[in-house]
């Protein structure tokens, strides 16, 4: 990813060989701060508070959380209460769990200095597949945009996107923007309707940052338009990211999916999730068992921006209680394909992976 010419990692270890630098996207896209992870707790607090967010950049955040965990003590005890205390910070996307699991694994059998080194090894192995895995998402949604805007014959060809499932929700490229970026830079003409994606508008924040940074057009949109929209013709293709996929091809992502997947159902509209495989919990049989996260109420009824004087501020929205679930599951009869880094799949349950390491 590219940051005014610049390119950056969402996560990246530092030269020291130990730190680890991650930005602080509760400040985006006002200013552009970089964070440095010292320690397994700083980790901990910068997933919780979603410093660092999006269920690939989870994983990525929590292997290195461990790793620094060990750094200061590599005894198994501590092994097991980090790997809790991460897991313990967002329940959601099943990548955290998946990468914790192979920290973990790569640490054991080794002790002392020996178990760092391993566990640091795993976690720079999470980011560079993390990458390649993006890389192939985008190699095998190509095709889809291309077919669209041949049909088209050189109108722009319109893409609903909800959240943020960009590079600053991964490690470098994103799983829905990896195909956008690349149709924009080989001259398909992609236009792109954000979801603003209350309430932390991650669509209007960060999505809409990481396209202009990209430099391909879009348009931000509240989340109640998506239909109106779609009734009109103005939305070929329905893409969104996803934190967890069941065996039965359900599939959980930020709250207000499901409403998107159901008017894309009406007005037959393609609706494709883009995601890696470690996203898929084989292990779990249907989406109405995945933990959704609740958060706090306060990220709806206050919200941030910048005032007049350009500083970031916060005001109040409503003085009544709310709720805050911030996932729902949408149905597998809803989606059209899943996309993911070894071509583009149509049912989840008969296509397990045979090894864990890319095809
Ligand atoms: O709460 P967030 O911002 O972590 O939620 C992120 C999403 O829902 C993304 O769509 C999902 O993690 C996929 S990221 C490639």
Redesign the pocket.
């Known amino acids: 990813m590219k940051i005014e010419g610049t390119h950056y990692r969402s996560i990246a270890l530092n030269e020291d060989g130990w730190s680890v630098r991650i930005f602080d996207q509760r400040k985006l896209p006002w200013k552009l701060e970089f964070v440095n992870l010292e320690t397994m707790e700083q980790a901990a607090r910068a997933i919780r508070e979603?410093w660092t967010?999006?269920?690939?950049l989870?994983a990525a955040t929590g292997a290195y959380g461990l790793c620094l965990s060990l750094r200061d003590n590599a005894s198994d005890e501590n092994l097991e209460q980090a790997y809790k205390t991460l897991l313990a910070t967002r329940p959601t996307?099943i990548n955290l769990r998946w990468a914790l699991d192979e920290v973990k694994a790569a640490a054991q059998g080794h002790q002392g200095q020996e178990r760092i080194n391993a566990a640091y090894n795993r976690a720079k192995e999470i980011c560079d597949e993390d990458v390649e895995i993006n890389r192939n998402i985008g190699l095998h949604g190509l095709p889809l945009l291309r077919e669209i805007a041949k049909k088209k014959g050189g109108a722009p060809v319109n893409i609903l996107t909800h959240?943020?499932?960009g590079w600053l929700?991964?490690v470098d490229y994103?799983?829905i923007t990896a195909p956008i970026y690349m149709a924009h830079d080989e001259g398909i003409p992609v236009h792109v309707w954000v979801d603003e994606t209350r309430p932390?508008n991650?669509g209007a924040l960060l999505t809409a940052y990481e396209l202009a940074q990209h430099g391909v057009p879009h348009t931000v949109i509240a989340d109640n338009a998506g239909g109106h929209l779609m009734q009109k013709g103005q939305v070929d293709l329905c893409l969104?990211?996803?934190?967890r996929v069941t065996r039965n091809g359900d599939v959980c992502?930020?709250i207000g999916t499901y409403l998107k997947a159901l008017a894309a159902k009406d007005n037959n509209v393609p609706f494709y999730i883009a995601l890696p495989y470690p996203t898929i919990d084989y292990s779990m049989a249907r989406g109405a068992d995945i933990p959704i996260e609740e958060r706090s109420a306060e990220e709806v009824t206050y919200i941030d921006g910048l005032d007049e004087d350009g500083k970031i501020a916060r005001v109040r929205l409503t003085g009544s209680n709310a709720a805050n679930p911030?996932?729902d599951v949408t149905p597998a009869r809803l989606v059209t394909g899943y996309i993911t880094e070894r071509g583009v799949l149509q049912d989840i349950e008969n296509q397990a992976p045979q090894a864990r390491s890319l095809a």
């Open positions: 979603m967010r999006g269920a690939p989870l996307a959240c943020n499932a929700a991964t994103g799983t932390r991650q969104v990211g996803t934190d992502n930020k911030a996932f």
